[in-house]
């Protein structure tokens, strides 16, 4: 019998990051056999600054990322420092590994084998398959064992449940007091309709916001706050037990995970430009109904969102062409 593939998956190990290419691996493992490994990029100082095409002028070799034998067929990385160690792995094995990144390099993506990129980046080229929003690891086995897991914190809830999931300022967002009450009135409205919140900040949300959060969740038995910590993270419960989610717009990982569960999903208001985040807005829209929260909970049924498995199928296709060709 022939060994699996193996898929190397390289990021700098931030989770949002790490989850994209992973989720894609796992994805593609879904449809065939293949072994994935994990590779973290710790590049530090000026180095780490600097843009990608100078860091591979610098370190070109795999051995330079800790990148040693036996190499994957494939490789996915996602984030800038991913960038580098892919381009060194293509230099050094050339066709014997097949090189994938996740969202827009910002480079000529001819560099890759293959780039699966946002939709609303409008990135084209002839090895550029675009999907809605970003790849992740939500699937319907995972939620299920992850609210088993939370199963009694769960259940001290009652019924309905929201989750409500707080991230914060990005490159085109920024979370203004104003955009903050905004989002605590949406929270209490919920509790006022005698629903019970799980509600997530993230390692962006700043500390005067979570703040607030904490004072607001403080001896009450309607609110399950999750604010990082050493405790285990109920993010994937909150989606699986959650009635409808509301997330803040400005995070494409969320929102695109938050429709994998085919819950209502209503999206936070943040200040800023949207810019291109307008053209994911509407395709989100008009596949799964989401939409800005107005105090209703009301939204069309949709099926759950599974861009990760058809960025998989489109892997595994450029995949076996590229093999056709060389054959």
Known sequence: MTAPL???????????????????????????????????????????????????????????????????????????????????LKSAKGDAVFTVYVQDPKIDTSA????????HDDLTGFNVETIIGSPNRVTPPLITGAVKSFGPQISALSAPRVA???????????????????????????????????LSTSRRTPDWAAADYRELAKDRKDIWLYDGGKDANPY????????????????????????ATGRPVF????????????????????RCGV??????????????????????VRLWARFDARAAALN
């Open 6 to 88: 193996t898929a190397l998956v390289i990021s700098d190990g931030r989770r949002g990051i790490e989850n994209q290419a992973l989720g894609l691996a796992e994805a593609a493992g879904r449809l065939r056999p293949l072994t994935i490994r994990k590779q973290v990029i710790k590049n530090e100082g000026l180095f780490a600054k600097s843009p990608a095409g100078l860091q591979f002028a610098l370190k070109s070799a795999p051995a330079d990322y800790g990148l040693e034998a036996p190499f994957p067929e494939i490789a996915i990385g996602c984030g800038r420092q991913a960038i580098a160690p892919l381009r060194a």
């Open 112 to 119: 890759f084998d293959l780039v699966i990129a946002p939709a």
């Open 164 to 198: 409500v999931l707080i991230g914060g300022p990005s490159k085109h967002h920024k979370l203004t007091e104003a955009m903050h009450a905004a989002h605590i009135k949406a929270v209490t409205s919920l509790l006022d309709t005698g629903r019970s919140v799980m």
């Open 236 to 259: 994937i419960a909150f989606l699986g037990a959650a009635e409808a989610i509301l997330v803040t717009e400005e995070s494409t990982n969320m929102l695109t995970e938050a429709c």
């Open 267 to 286: 999206r936070l208001p943040m200040a800023g430009a949207a810019g291109k985040f307008e053209a994911l807005y509407e395709d989100l829209q008009n």
């Open 291 to 312: 939409t800005r929260f107005e105090g209703k909970l009301n939204a069309p049924g949709y099926a759950p969102l599974n861009e990760t498995k058809e960025a998989a």
